[in-house]
């Protein structure tokens, strides 16, 4: 398996663009999880799917920020408009649902918001 | 609030030495923890979990969980260079990851 596949890997934007990160999961795997990466706040989860819905959304910072999930195989988080302080790096991560052990993370976009 | 905290570092140790690396969390709702570990400009890959207090075992990495004290450890032995990183602890909270901020490790050979 390839593992968790994120693209684009690199991402330079000006403030008030549209972003859009795509993430396609491990097959198998029924669990999607969405997590922003910065030096000053870590490691922090944003939205997770489990079987394609939305399940808790409460860490997305703003409503400038939106997820979907179609199918099984591929998931978007979009950011519209973009703003400097959303640089930062962007991980999907998938799981089988309830087995956090099989947590793999993809390689993850490095978003910079000029 | 859920919280995991851990010290930023850096953590230096010498190579073939044992590494310590400590978390403590706020939240008794996690029974769980997991250890991962994250090379510069890389993504987080998991080496280790615990469910159970006590003392988990694999390889060279021992996890430790002792949850009266709410304090989750890992421990590294024979440190090689190569075990240089940053290393994230995280509770598990329902379905949700809650990370620390992570420690660096350096390994000097």
Known sequence: DAGVIQSPRHEVTEMGQEVTLRCKPISGHNSLFWYRQT???GLELLIYFNNNVPI?????PEDRFSAKMPNASFSTLKIQPSEPRDSAVYFCASIIAGEQETQYFGPGTRLLVL | QKEVEQNSGPLSV???????????YSDRGSQSFFW??????KSPELIMF????GDKE?????AQLNKASQYVSLLIRDSQPSDSATYLCAGLYGNKLVFGAGTILRVKS
Do not use: H, K, V
């Not at chain 1, 808790?56 to 997305?60: C, K, R």
């Not at chain 2, 615990?50 to 207090?53: A, L, T």
């Open chain 1, 39 to 41: 030096m000053m706040r």
């Open chain 1, 56 to 60: 808790d959304d409460s860490g997305m």
């Open chain 2, 14 to 24: 010498p190579e073939g030495a044992i590494a310590s690396l400590n978390c403590t």
């Open chain 2, 36 to 41: 991962y570990r994250q090379y510069s400009g």
């Open chain 2, 50 to 53: 615990i469910y159970s207090n």
């Open chain 2, 58 to 62: 694999d390889g060279r990495f021992t």
